[in-house]
């Protein structure tokens, strides 16, 4: 099962939209399932997708080094990908990573599918929960 919170889910989903026509790749973070508010009949040390980091963020690094600079080195178990002009599958160019989320049009949770690093369906489960409070001091 692949737990994803119903804030990240419509977060890409409004970038995918915002894209189109062009497709998007976005590094996602979990936080196990006990850290979270709430949330039930999850397991506690299940991981969660709750955060992302932003599509464009270190974009003009990688342009120069030709290496992606924005996202800590093992710091994310997921990718999201929008395929505006494909199927809700994987495909041979996406990034892949433990967990892939794909979407396709028109955008919304019934557009969004889990696969895992081969490319097989996964049962996905959004959940109606909310990440700790993070701060920056």
Known sequence: MVYVTRGLVN???DFAAESEPDE???SLAVTPAAELEGIEDVPPEA???THFYPPDAGKSLTA???VDLSVP???TQGRFVSHPRGNLEV???DDLHE???VAVPPWDESSLAAFDRSGRRQPLEIVDAE???ESLV
Do not use: D, S
């Open 131 to 133: 990440p700790p409070t």
């Open 99 to 101: 967990a892939i989320f």
């Open 11 to 13: 977060v890409l989903l």
């Open 73 to 75: 080195a093992g710091q």
């Open 47 to 49: 991981p969660v997708f």
């Open 64 to 66: 120069v080094f030709g």
């Open 24 to 26: 998007l790749t976005v």
């Open 91 to 93: 495909a041979k160019t």
